[in-house]
Structure formats: C-alpha cells, structure tokens
C-alpha cells in the first residue's frame, strides 16, 4: 500500500468504516487526525439521507470525531448539488425527512407540498422515515405525469439494533411496481455520489482513495470512477454478490490500523 503516501484527499464510508452503529471503530479518530495534522483532506461520506450534515456533525462530534460539515457528505447532500446542475433554484416534491428539508433549502432547492398549486421540476425519494400514503399518492401522480423521478440512494435495507429495515431502495420498489417507472440514483456507487466530492477538495481520482466496507457501494464507487479502494472487513460483507461483474479492491485489510501505521509512518510517529 506504498502508493497510499500519494494520496492528497481520503474518502471514508461511516458506517462499518469509521463506526458501527453508535460505537467508534479502532483507529478512525486517530487515522482521520493524523490526515488532518499532514495537511491532507478527507471527506466521511454516507448513503443515509434521513440525516442532515448538521445531524452528522453534532453525532460524529459527539462521538469524538474533530470534523467540519464541509468534511460530510450525504446522498441528500449529492442529490441536491445534482439537482442544481440541472435547473436553477429547481422546485421538488421532496419524500425525506424534515432534517433533509432543511439540507435541501440550504442549497437553494424549495421544497413544494402543494402538487397542483405550482410547477414541480423533480420527485425526489429519499430515506423518508415520516413518510405518509397521502405523500406516496402524491408523488406517484407526479411520476405518472411524467416529472423527473430521482432517488437519494438504492440500498435496500438499514442494518440497525432491531435488525435489518426497509431503507430508501425498498421504497423505490414500491414505486417501480405501482407507476412503472425507474428513478435516477445519486448515492453510492454512482458517480454523481463523488463527483461533487473530489471537485469540492480540487483532487483527481489519482490523489483520492476511498476506503469502505461494502464492496457493491463504496469499492464499486471507486471502480467506476477510477479511483483507488481499500476494503475494511470491519462492517457488512453480505452484499458482495451485488456488486458489478469485475469489482474488486485496490488492497483488502482487517481494519483502518493498517492505514493509520502507514500514514504515522511517514510522519515519523
Ligand atoms: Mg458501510
């Protein structure tokens, strides 16, 4: 993994990376401090989108983690920076909880209730957890009507400490069943999800790794993209069968200790 004291910009899955759940890994504060401290950048990015960069911050921050909510990055976060490329101050019926709202309107993008009061630019799913049947109504005649249908992430179940539950790909089966229609994804493994990241920190795919745990999301990501991975065995290896034919990590490892004592190397720690 010599290679690895190229990189400028480090990008971390969060869970089953950096945490699992409400517990802190082994060596992700200290490897997330020692990039800081040699000047380099990184960015913890995650396909939950029922959370606002704010939520994450003040969680993560919690947690012990020393992070900026420029160093988050959501597929609520990627999704609406998706949207502005498309349409100036774009309106959207929105499917995401009250803390995305907020995300959303921070970025310029208004948030419409009323479906026939206004023009509506895009439906948007999300990972709703408040979500009604009076909105999945709603949202389903805009899709008929034929407005642009675009989905936050595809990861069909949340592991939680109740086991696993419905995430936002569940919902975007419910939708394809009743209107036909497949929506565009933002988050992991699409390009859309990185894009934005390594334009923000001004870093070609050569100068970033990302290092995760799930090989159909966050190595794939890196595969399309032509960026360097680092699996973890550290979270959930249940999905690798979803991953496309021919993805593979640049390098494998038990846990992030290996990367901390490469980069504490070079600092001569
Ligand atoms: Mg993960």
């Known amino acids: 993994?010599?290679?690895?004291?190229?990189?400028?910009?480090?990008?971390?899955?969060?869970?089953?990376?950096?945490?699992?759940?409400?517990?802190?890994?082994?060596?992700?504060?200290?490897?997330?401090?020692?990039?800081?401290?040699?000047?380099?950048?990184?960015?913890?990015?995650?396909?939950?989108?029922?959370?606002?960069?704010?939520?994450?911050?003040?969680?993560?921050?919690?947690?012990?983690?020393?992070?900026?909510p420029s160093e988050i990055h959501t597929s609520g976060k990627a999704t609406a920076q998706y949207l502005n490329s498309l349409t100036h101050e774009p309106s959207v019926y929105l499917l995401g909880t009250r803390a995305l709202v907020e995300d959303f309107s921070s970025f310029g993008i208004a948030c419409v209730n009323e479906i026939d009061a206004e023009p509506i630019d895009f439906v948007v799913l999300a990972f709703d957890q408040e979500i009604?049947?009076?909105?999945?109504?709603?949202?389903?005649?805009?899709?008929?009507?034929?407005?642009?249908?675009?989905?936050?992430?595809?990861?069909?179940?949340?592991?939680?400490?109740?086991g696993l539950l419905p995430d936002c790909g569940s919902l975007i089966s419910m939708f394809q069943t009743s209107t036909g229609v497949t929506p565009k994804v933002i988050g992991k493994p699409n390009i859309e999800m990185i894009h934005p990241v390594l334009r923000s920190h001004q870093v070609s795919p050569e100068e970033t790794v990302i290092i995760g745990d799930r090989l159909y999301t966050d190595i794939e990501m890196g595969w399309r993209a032509g960026i360097r991975t680092v699996l973890v065995r550290t979270g959930d290896m249940s999905g690798n069968h979803l991953a496309s034919e021919g993805v593979k990590p640049t390098e494998e490892t038990d846990n992030l200790e290996q990367i901390y004592r490469i980069l504490a190397q070079e600092n001569g720690i």
Do not use: C
């Open 132 to 162: 009604t049947y009076k909105r999945i109504v709603e949202a389903s005649i805009l899709i008929r009507r034929g407005v642009p249908f675009i989905a936050t992430h595809a990861d069909v179940n949340i592991p939680t400490d109740r």
């Open 1 to 68: 993994m010599n290679w690895l004291s190229q990189i400028r910009h480090f990008v971390f899955d969060l869970d089953g990376t950096l945490i699992l759940g409400n517990q802190v890994l082994p060596y992700a504060r200290e490897t997330l401090g020692l990039i800081r401290k040699q000047k380099k950048s990184f960015t913890v990015v995650t396909n939950n989108s029922s959370r606002s960069i704010d939520n994450y911050q003040r969680f993560l921050t919690h947690l012990g983690f020393s992070i900026r």
